[in-house]
T-cell receptor, first 111, second 114 residues
Framework: ELKVEQNPLFLSMQEGKNYTIYCNYS?????LYWYRQDPGKSLESLFV?????AVKQEGRLMASLDTKARLSTLHITAAVHDLSATYFC???????????FGTGTRLKVLA | DAGITQSPRHKVTETGTPVTLRCHQT?????MYWYRQDPGHGLRLIHY???????DKGEVSDGYSVSRSKTEDFLLTLESATSSQTSVYFC?????????????FGQGTRLTVV
C-alpha cells in the first residue's frame, strides 16, 4: 500500500530565507503533484512532476522529483508572507489512478 | 477553474442519521474521488470512481458508500453518521486517462455530526 510522508509538518520561517519541504513515498510511482491550500479554502495545483529528474519552477517555488529515491522536494527561495499556506504532495502509484496525499506542511512566513 | 460543485457546502446532522453528499462536474472527466480532511491527517481517500457504476475503496472507506450513475455525479453516503465522521469532505476529478493531468478539487463540504 502506498504511503506518503512529508516533513516537516510545520515550518515557521523568516521572510527572505530559503527552505525545503520533503515528500517521501513508499512504492513505485511516476507521477507526483504539489498542491497549496489556504485556510478554509480548497486545494490549488502547483506542480505536476512526471519523470525522474523533473524540475518545475514558478516564482519562488521549485519542485523536483527523484523516482529512484522516491523523493520529491519543494524548495522555497527568499520566502515572502504570501507563501504562508499548507502544502501537500500527492502521489499516484504506478498502474493506479488513486491520488494519495501526504499529511501536509503548514508553512508560516514571518515578516 | 474546473467545473466541480459540491453540495451542500455545510451540514449539521445527528448521530445515526443518513447523509448524502453530492459532487457534480461539468468537465466530462472519467475519474472522481472523495477525500476527507482532518487535522494531522492531511487528505485521505475514501472512495473513487473510474467510470459510471465503477467504484473502488480508498484508504478510509469503512462507514461510507458511493454511487455513480452518470458521468457527472458522484455521491457519497454515510449510512449512519457518527461523530468520527465530522470532517471536511472534498471531491476531486481527474482527466480522461491522460497521465499528465492533476486532480482538481471542489470547494469542500463541512460536515458536523452531533
Amino acid at each position: 500500500e502506498l504511503k506518503v510522508e512529508q516533513n516537516p509538518l510545520f515550518l515557521s520561517m523568516q521572510e527572505g530565507k530559503n527552505y525545503t519541504i520533503y515528500c517521501n513515498y513508499s512504492t513505485t510511482s511516476d507521477r507526483l503533484y504539489w498542491y497549496r491550500q489556504d485556510p478554509g479554502k480548497s486545494l490549488e495545483s502547483l506542480f505536476v512532476l512526471l519523470s525522474n529528474g523533473a524540475v518545475k519552477q514558478e516564482g519562488r517555488l521549485m519542485a523536483s522529483l527523484d523516482t529512484k529515491a522516491r523523493l520529491s522536494t519543494l524548495h522555497i527561495t527568499a520566502a515572502v508572507h504570501d507563501l504562508s499556506a499548507t502544502y501537500f504532495c500527492a502521489v499516484v502509484a504506478s498502474g493506479t489512478y488513486k491520488y494519495i496525499f501526504g499529511t501536509g506542511t503548514r508553512l508560516k512566513v514571518l515578516a | 477553474d474546473a467545473g466541480i460543485t459540491q453540495s451542500p457546502r455545510h451540514k449539521v446532522t445527528e448521530t445515526g442519521t443518513p447523509v448524502t453528499l453530492r459532487c457534480h462536474q461539468t468537465e466530462n472527466h472519467r475519474y472522481m474521488y472523495w477525500y476527507r480532511q482532518d487535522p494531522g491527517h492531511g487528505l485521505r481517500l475514501i472512495h473513487y470512481s473510474y467510470g459510471v457504476k465503477d467504484t473502488d475503496k480508498g484508504e478510509v472507506s469503512d462507514g461510507y458508500s458511493v454511487s455513480r450513475s452518470k458521468t457527472e455525479d458522484f455521491l457519497l453516503t454515510l449510512e449512519s453518521a457518527t461523530s468520527s465522521q465530522t470532517s471536511v469532505y472534498f471531491c476531486a476529478i481527474s482527466g480522461q486517462g491522460t497521465k499528465n493531468t492533476e486532480a482538481f478539487f471542489g470547494q469542500g463540504t463541512r460536515l458536523t455530526v452531533v
